[in-house]
Structure formats: structure tokens, C-alpha cells
T-cell receptor
């Protein structure tokens, strides 16, 4: 079964709206979660590394004030796309490290964001 | 140069065919290597890790050549259900779980 849950799976909203996406680890604690974005026919691009109890680490070119990340507990990280515009429309996916089991990352189902 | 490069394809093969995908990575200090599978509009799912000695899982064989910074995936006896995009993925550092994804190679297996 799923080990990482992402919600919502699909969002359609007007330009200027802020959208929050949740990523939960279901049966393990994740001190580190990752947020990716994937545009059509392109690969996943890492946006930021979410660290429990501290500030997220953003990749070059990703605006931290645009994409707000909060990792307040060991099982939940949230990504908020603030004042979203059509160019922010994309597939957003989170993943979590199961460091305690030495397994590679497991991904959430992804959130398809469409900004009108 | 991209950190992880793959031929995007598409590869169109008949059922039962053997197909090979290649991938190169630029960071010689990279630590871990994986193949993920991604179906259309879905999240990536781990297919297999790639080890220096090469490893096999059923019809799938993965190889790693650290000297050439080259990774491969071989699929034997292709099934219709193998149709998907195959992502070459590299962890550049053992200190973080950060993953770098290749563009993906699309495989279409036809009856």
C-alpha cells in the first residue's frame, strides 16, 4: 500500500489563488521530504528539500517566497504555491526518505495543478 | 550538460522483444543509482536499484559502469504492460537523499 500520501490529487483554480499541497508519510517518520515539479514531457525537477523543524533548502531558480514549505511534524510537509499563475500549472510530487530502512525514496501520488 | 542524460525515445518494440536503455551521469562522485518507472500522469515508482556488480530482477537487468559514468537497463521478453517511461535516477551524495532525474525514456510495447 501507499507509504506516502499526497493531497489533493487535482486542483483547478483561478489565477492569484494560493494553493496548499500536503505530503504525509503514513507509517514512518520522515525528517526529510522532497518536493518536485514536472512539466509535460519533461523530467522531475527538484524544487526544494523540506527539513523537519527547520527551513527548507531551495534549488537554484526556485523562489522561496513563491513556494512556501512547512515541515512542522515528522509525518507532514506542506507546499503552498502563493498567488499562483498559469505558468505554475504543473504536476507537483513529494517524496520522503525512509532512512530507517535504507530504502530509496517513496513518492506521493502527485498533485496536478491547473491555474486558469 | 545535464546531470543525468537519457535518450527520450520513444522506443517502439513488439511483444517479446529485448530492449536496452542507456543513461549517463556527469557527477563522478555520485553514490546511488536507480531505475524508476513512471506511467502517464502518475508518480514514479522504483523499478530497481543499480549496483556496481550488476543486478537482475526477473526480466530486468541493470548495469553500472562507474568508470564511464554509464547506467543501463535491459528488459527481456517485453510485455504490453512494460509500456511506460523509464527514469534514470542518481543520488549525487550520501549525505542527502536528493535525487537527480533523467528526462526519461519512453517505451511502447506493441502486440
Amino acid at each position: 500500500g501507499a507509504v506516502v500520501s499526497q493531497h489533493p490529487s487535482w486542483v483547478i483554480c483561478k489565477s492569484g489563488t494560493s494553493v496548499k499541497i500536503e505530503c504525509r508519510s503514513l507509517d514512518f517518520q520522515a525528517t526529510t521530504m522532497f518536493w518536485y515539479r514536472q512539466f509535460p514531457k519533461q523530467s522531475l525537477m527538484l524544487m526544494a528539500t523540506s527539513n523537519e523543524g527547520s527551513k527548507a533548502t531551495y534549488e537554484q531558480g526556485v523562489e522561496k517566497d513563491k513556494f512556501l514549505i512547512n515541515h512542522a511534524s515528522l509525518t507532514l510537509s506542506t507546499l503552498t504555491v502563493t498567488s499562483a499563475h498559469p505558468e505554475d500549472s504543473s504536476f507537483y510530487i513529494c517524496s520522503a526518505d525512509r532512512l530507517d530502512r535504507g530504502q530509496p525514496q517513496h513518492f506521493g501520488d502527485g498533485t496536478r495543478l491547473s491555474i486558469l | 550538460r545535464k546531470e543525468v542524460e537519457q535518450d527520450p525515445g520513444p522506443f517502439n518494440v513488439p511483444e517479446g522483444a529485448t530492449v536496452a536503455f542507456n543513461c549517463t551521469y556527469s557527477n563522478s562522485a555520485s553514490q546511488s543509482f536507480f531505475w524508476y518507472r513512471q506511467d502517464c500522469r502518475k508518480e514514479p515508482k522504483l523499478l530497481m536499484s543499480v549496483y556496481s556488480s550488476g543486478n537482475e530482477d526477473g526480466r530486468f537487468t541493470a548495469q553500472l559502469n562507474r568508470a564511464s559514468q554509464y547506467i543501463s537497463l535491459l528488459i527481456r521478453d517485453s510485455k504490453l504492460s512494460d509500456s511506460a517511461t523509464y527514469l534514470c535516477v542518481v543520488n549525487p551524495s550520501s549525505n542527502t537523499g536528493k535525487l537527480i532525474f533523467g528526462q526519461g525514456t519512453t517505451l511502447q510495447v506493441k502486440p
